[in-house]
């Protein structure tokens, strides 16, 4: 699975998933095609994963775990600048994500 953790500045942080490199690139073409399609030509990237990603990365700030372990290590990496403050926020996110796909124990 590959979690994404989106972090737009006027809105609360959003988490979700996608079960694999083609699902991927499904979600995030239903939520700015466009967007994918000028990401594809002006990189020329034909990697499913990393074309998607960087189109992500094109509307904002956002982070991308292509694994259920490296999702599990972001949100167990307390000290992550990205979780101080506000922040905390979308490491909430992304433990409900995580829950509910049952990677993450509920209790933790």
């Known amino acids: 699975m590959i979690?994404?953790?989106e972090l737009p500045a006027d809105?609360?942080?959003r988490a979700w998933f996608a079960y694999d490199d083609a699902d991927l690139l499904r979600k995030v073409a239903?939520?700015?095609l466009p967007l994918l399609r000028a990401t594809h030509e002006r990189l020329g990237e034909s990697e499913p994963a990393a074309l998607?990603?960087?189109a992500l990365l094109a509307r904002g700030d956002c982070r991308v775990y292509v694994s259920e372990a490296?999702?599990?290590g972001a949100f167990e990496r307390v000290?992550?600048?990205a979780w101080r403050g506000p922040?905390?926020?979308a490491r909430?996110?992304?433990r409900e994500q995580l829950v509910a796909t049952e990677v993450l124990a509920e209790d933790l």
């Open 52 to 54: 998607a990603a960087a």
């Open 11 to 13: 809105a609360p942080p």
């Open 79 to 81: 000290e992550d600048l």
């Open 70 to 72: 490296e999702a599990m």
């Open 87 to 89: 922040g905390w926020r």
């Open 92 to 94: 909430w996110a992304l």
């Open 3 to 5: 979690f994404v953790v």
């Open 30 to 32: 239903a939520i700015d």
